[in-house]
Structures are given as C-alpha cells and as structure tokens.
T-cell receptor, first 113, second 114 residues
Framework: GDSVTQMEGPVTLSEEAFLTINCTYT??????LFWYVQYPGEGLQLLLK?????DKGSNKGFEATYRKETTSFHLEKGSVQVSDSAVYFC????????????FGRGTSLIVHP | ETGVTQSPTHLIKTRGQQVTLRCSSQ?????VSWYQQALGQGPQFIFQ???????GRGNFPPRFSGLQFPNYSSELNVNALELDDSALYLC?????????????FGPGTRLLVL
C-alpha cells in the first residue's frame, strides 16, 4: 500500500537556522503531495502542496519540490523563527477507486531564540 | 466564513459502548473526511463522504460508520468500542473530492475508552 516516511523528531534548531525535514513516499498511483502543520493547541492546516512532478510548493518561506525520480518531497526553510515551532506532517493522496490519503507520523520542530 | 467545527471536544466512554462524533463542514464544502490520530502518530484515514455517499475508505473495520447530511454536516459512529479506539478524531472538509484538494481540518474530538 501507499506510505509516507518522515524523519524522526524532534528537530531542534536555533532561530535563523536552515531547516530541512525529509519526506519520502511510495504510491501505487500518481499522487498529489502535501505538507500540513499543526501548531500547539490547534488543528492541522495546509502549509503547501504540489500536484505534479517538479512542481514546487511554497508558503510562509517554506518550500518543497515534488521529486518523482527520488519519490521525495523534502520541506525546507532558509531561516526559521520561534513561531515555526510545530509538528509538520507530510501527506500524499491518490484517487484509486475512491479518495485515499496517507499521512506520515509527523516531525516535531522546536526553534530556540 | 465559518471553519470546520467538531463536537464534543472531549469524551470518555467504556469498552463495548457506542459513540457518535459530529462535524460541521466549512461553508460551501460538500466533501468530508474523518481521521483517527493516535498519540504521537499521523492521522489515519477512516473514510470520506461526498454528496452523502461514501467515496473512499481506509483500513478500518465496519464498526466505524458514517453519515453525511444534506446540509453537509456529518457523523462518525463507532460501535463496540475497544481500548485502542482511544485517540483524537479529526474531521476535514474540502470543496470537492479529489486527490489535489486541500482539506480544512477541525480541532478534533479526543475520545478516551476505559
């Protein structure tokens, strides 16, 4: 079946450091790829998405590129802030006899001042 | 614009009981999905409803069932509760079904089964 693998957390960084959170996937179809973020005490919200190979999703300084050849969708940000502390979920969805989304386990990011 | 709301926020049940969780979709959204999120895990897809019909189902037993109403509110019903059903249950709505669609999540209902 489909699966999403994210790097284990927590990831701990100092403010203004460079962030990478790795995400790789396996999928039977041609998936759309997503990053969702869950801030403390809040529900999940979409951070960015990409729907075809080589597309780059971007939002709030975060970027991720859909790499079909390496089945990856790594999340990056050039300079993190304390307010970026949250749990980040990589997800994919395919339409295979109905809608089937798959989420990774989440990666906790802690940014220190 | 009203976001996705869920009720109740917390619930405690005992093993073998039945529970109904409720969700109100974001205005204009005709598609709703339900997820189970265990502590420290990512959301696991239970099922999706579109125009009151099931449009996809994850690997959950039949005792997990759902309904979507004409006003696009929905329910998740779980029968014969087991201890492992303790989790955060998330509802998410989208404008239309489809793998490219953005989902808008509610805050969740935390269920504890004793």
């Amino acid at each position: 079946g489909d699966s999403v693998t994210q790097m284990e957390g927590p990831v701990t960084l100092s403010e203004e450091a460079f962030l990478t959170i790795n995400c790789t996937y396996t999928a039977t179809g041609y998936p759309s790829l997503f990053w969702y973020v869950q801030y403390p005490g809040e529900g999940l919200q979409l951070l960015l998405k990409a729907t075809k190979a080589d597309d780059k999703g971007s939002n709030k300084g975060f970027e991720a590129t859909y790499r079909k050849e390496t089945t990856s969708f790594h999340l990056e940000k050039g300079s993190v802030q304390v307010s970026d502390s949250a749990v980040y979920f990589c997800a994919l969805s395919v339409s295979s006899g109905g809608y089937i989304p798959t989420f990774g386990r989440g990666t906790s990011l802690i940014v220190h001042p | 614009e009203t976001g996705v709301t869920q009720s109740p926020t917390h619930l405690i049940k005992t093993r073998g009981q039945q529970v109904t969780l409720r969700c109100s979709s974001q205005s204009g959204h005709n598609t709703v999905s339900w997820y189970q999120q265990a502590l420290g895990q990512g959301p696991q897809f239970i099922f999706q409803y579109y125009r009151e019909e099931e449009n996809g189902r994850g690997n959950f037993p039949p005792r997990f069932s759902g309904l979507q109403f004409p006003n696009y509110s929905s329910e998740l019903n779980v029968n014969a509760l087991e201890l492992d059903d303790s989790a955060l249950y998330l509802c998410a709505s989208s404008l239309v079904p489809g793998p490219q669609e953005t989902q808008y999540f509610g805050p969740g209902t935390r269920l504890l089964v004793l």
